[in-house]
């Protein structure tokens, strides 16, 4: 009887590695790949907001597609941190966000998207010299290695996986 059981879990154990570990292996390697298409496709959306100095719907809606296109669904949070400009008036005290005399400040997501998809908003933002945009994408979904892994190692699973984050500033 001891025998019976010991071979049971020899089988058992020997079915999970051979069967469970590619599988897990595979799914690791589809992650990071999918991983590498937003990174880059994040990084190219912020790279040709920074250079036409303005975001629309248009392009914003084709960095959607272009994200969503790998099969997950992403939450986008975006940031726009604005120099705000006094040249005419003279500071005498300074602060950590003031750049010289320049004060700065921050739009978010929700702000850009009345702008662009709002009842009264124009469809893009106009971007000036010196503003910063920051994008950062965030898979919402369960991706089918976030599934075996957390099958396996129950708590330890992280919500996101898919992750991607990158800023670009304005220049000339």
Do not use: C, W
């Amino acid at each position: 009887m001891n025998t019976t059981l010991i071979t049971v879990i020899a089988i058992f154990a020997v079915a999970v590695i051979i069967l469970v570990y590619p599988l897990l292996a595979m799914t690791e390697s589809n992650e990071n790949i999918t991983q590498q298409d937003v990174r880059v496709v994040t990084a190219e959306f912020v790279n040709e907001v920074t250079t036409r100095r303005e975001i629309t719907h248009i392009n914003f809606e084709r960095f959607l597609q272009r994200i969503h296109a790998t099969g997950h669904t992403f939450d986008v949070e975006m940031e726009i941190v604005r120099i705000d400009e006094n040249p005419g008036k003279k500071v005498v005290l300074t602060t950590s966000d003031m750049i010289s005399e320049n004060l700065t400040y921050s739009e978010f997501t929700t702000q850009i998207m009345d702008e662009l998809f709002g009842v009264g908003g124009t469809g893009r933002v106009p971007l000036t010299t010196g503003d910063t945009v920051i994008v950062t994408v965030r898979n919402t979904d369960r991706t089918v290695g976030q599934i075996i892994r957390n099958f396996f190692t129950p708590g330890t699973g992280s919500n996101y996986r898919i992750t991607a984050s990158h800023a670009g500033m304005v220049t000339q």
